[in-house]
């Protein structure tokens, strides 16, 4: 019985340990192929880093709007043309953060531009129907969107 206090705080420990390794980007990434939600907000990311419009436009929903620090609630037309362009300097994304909500979701990301240039982003979805309803991007100086130069 005198070993019992030392017994939880091992076990304790140890769970610790594998909720942190859970947290990685690998899991967090795999996390969102376990619900129908999280399966769209993968397409999203895999469509940018394939240059796939054809997936992109599957996965959004009627009346889809982007929003940035560059654009103010845009559709999809001028998404294409102003934004799309951008997915050719788009090597990879890495997803550091992932909160899921019911239908919204809140995401950090490093992302990688063709020349190994970091950018970072914290992206939130709205999804109504199984597809993404709206997207807000929020990206500041100093680290920025794949056609900076930094």
């Known amino acids: 019985m005198t070993n019992l206090p030392g017994i939880i705080l091992l ?10 390794s859970a947290q990685t980007i690998t899991g967090q990434t795999a996390a969102l192929e376990n619900t129908p939600n999280g399966k769209v907000i993968k397409a999203w990311y895999t469509a940018w880093e394939t240059r796939d419009w054809n997936l992109m436009t599957q996965i959004l929903a009627d009346g889809f709007t982007f929003t940035s ?9 001028a998404v294409k043309e102003r934004c799309w362009p951008n997915a050719g300097k788009i090597k990879s994304a890495d997803l550091q953060q992932v909160i899921m909500n019911g239908d919204v979701a809140f995401i950090i990301s490093n992302g990688y531009n063709t020349d190994g240039k970091l950018f970072r982003n914290c992206d939130y979805f709205r999804i109504k129907d199984g597809k993404i309803s709206s997207y807000e ?3 500041g100086p100093g680290i920025n969107y794949p056609t900076s130069g930094k």
């Open 11 to 20: 076990a304790g420990i140890i769970l610790c340990c594998q909720a942190g």
């Open 69 to 77: 620090p560059l654009d103010d609630h845009i559709k999809i037309n």
């Open 137 to 139: 991007c929020f990206f």
